[in-house]
């Protein structure tokens, strides 16, 4: 009887383990639910002020270049966060990273509200040094601890849900900022946006979140972050010799090298950063040669319809994950940025609005599709690494957008919005070949050397046919 029993319990106890897992599975997923609800409210804020603080910035100055100086400080602040962000999550949690982010913004954006006049320019100032900052604190901390939050075979769905919550949120902000100024004015515009920011602060304070301080935790349902146990060890040496300060500036480049093509994926990502500032600043001059009178219309038109086409490629890359378990890879990445930028270089070819409207669609949803991909592939790093990876990524990401936007807009008195599109994201898709091609190589070495030892496998085991196969595999 007691042999009989033995079984039935450990049936029993891994039947009750797989459902404390499942159980844990689903309590984190919807606790993931309830702070991309936050992250999407203090998107909107992003979003609603980039437009709202810009019109603010030339209406008080009565200066383009003062608006420009706006953009270089916002950008530049998120270059310098980009280069500390991961030393700061090797030293504090994830969570008190995102909710000081959000505190912040708030704070910042309270003293511009109640800022006098003769101290608006120093205030605005302040608003781009904090904004630029924190935002790129904050998406670091996020997209780098989601392994730990949801578990490593959840990623895939966790950052389409994110970047979901995230391109809503752009075309509400976009949406509506202009009838928000015009309706209640600048301030309550200003109260708005702090009001998200404070949102998503609660959001965070009230979830518990995993990741950071080296982020050597473990992630949803009890398994590693760190993945493999080789990963793990790498990641421990990494770890101690961080913790030494000897690798204390490398680190970032140390997670570069720690998968083949990791370097090259960034790099492509900070060109395809340069192509986007191209897009976005020949767009309201392409607007406007179509129709002077409200140029706004077609540009609000435009990311309507790309944000379209971002949330129907989330919705398809999320069943995708959910059926097979797998994550778009490395060679999604890089075709996808290919299609992307060929999408947005014809968007200014002068096509019929319908076309262009499927184009808009076709351009969001590569855009998506390139971002999910490059997102749970940074996130296959060890778990040390991972956030200096995301933060010399957002480092480049910065850089090239910023050195875009003074080219773009030298460039732009010259040419036209065509050309000016065509170089500037006709660089991406050079790059992104280049990388297709360094994916395929790696590949196909890697086919080889499965191939070689599944024949070597075979000599062994046929020693009747071992002249044959000796010859055709060396040293077999």
């Not at 101290?119 to 935002?135: D, E, Q, W, Y």
């Not at 270089?345 to 855009?367: E, K, N, Q, R, S």
């Amino acid at each position: 009887m007691g042999s009989a029993d033995g079984p039935k319990t450990d049936a029993a106890d891994g039947g009750a383990r797989k459902s404390g897992e499942a159980r844990d599975t689903e309590v984190s997923e919807r606790r993931f639910r309830f702070l991309v609800a936050g992250y999407a409210v203090s998107s909107y804020g992003t979003f609603l002020n980039m437009v709202a603080l810009n019109l603010f910035v030339y209406e008080t100055t009565g200066r383009a270049l003062a608006m420009g100086l706006f953009m270089a400080v916002r950008l530049a602040s998120g270059f310098v966060a980009g280069l500390v962000v991961g030393g700061l999550l090797a030293r504090f949690s994830a969570k008190s990273i995102m909710l000081w982010a959000n505190v912040g913004q708030g704070a910042v954006m309270l003293v511009l509200i109640l800022a006098p006049d003769g101290l608006l320019t120093a205030a605005l100032m302040a608003v781009s040094v904090v904004i630029g900052a924190c935002g790129t604190l904050f998406m670091v901390a996020l997209r780098s601890s989601i392994p730990e939050m949801v578990g490593e075979d959840r990623r895939a769905w966790a950052n389409s849900l994110s970047i979901t919550g995230r391109s809503l949120a752009m075309v509400a902000g976009f949406a509506s900022a202009g009838v928000v100024v015009s309706l209640v004015g600048y301030t309550a515009a200003f109260v708005v946006d702090m009001a998200t920011f404070v949102a998503c602060a609660v959001t965070v304070a009230l979830l518990p979140i995993a990741g950071g301080k080296g982020a050597g935790g473990k992630g949803a349902g009890g398994k590693s972050a760190g993945g493999t146990a080789a990963e793990g060890s790498g990641a421990g040496k990494d770890a101690s010799a961080a913790k030494g300060g000897r690798l204390r500036r490398p680190v970032a480049f140390l997670a570069l090298a720690a998968a083949p093509g990791m370097g090259l994926m960034v790099a492509l990502r900070g060109v395809d950063a340069f192509g986007s500032s191209s897009h976005n600043a020949a767009l309201p001059i392409y607007s406007t040669s179509l129709d002077a009178s409200n140029p706004a219309v077609f540009v609000s038109a435009f990311w309507c319809v790309w944000a379209l086409g971002n949330i129907g490629a989330q919705q398809v890359i999320q069943r995708y994950a959910q059926r097979t378990g797998r994550s778009v890879g490395a060679l999604g990445f890089g075709y996808g940025t290919v299609v992307m930028s060929a999408a947005f270089i014809a968007a200014f070819a002068g096509f019929p609005l319908a076309v262009t409207a499927v184009i808009a669609l076709i351009a969001g949803a590569a855009d998506g599709l390139t971002e999910v991909a490059y997102t749970s592939h940074l996130q296959t790093l060890p778990a040390t690494l991972r956030g200096h990876a995301f933060g010399l990524s957002a480092t480049f990401e910065n850089l090239g957008f910023g050195v875009g936007m003074i080219l773009v807009a030298a460039a732009l008195d010259r040419f036209s919005p065509l050309a000016v599109v065509g170089w500037s994201h006709g660089a991406a898709i050079v790059v992104a070949v280049v990388f297709l091609l360094r994916v395929a190589r790696v590949r196909r070495a890697e086919r080889a050397g499965r191939a070689g030892l599944r024949k070597e496998e075979a000599v062994e085991g046929r020693p009747d046919r071992g002249d044959r196969d000796g010859a055709e595999v060396p040293g077999g």
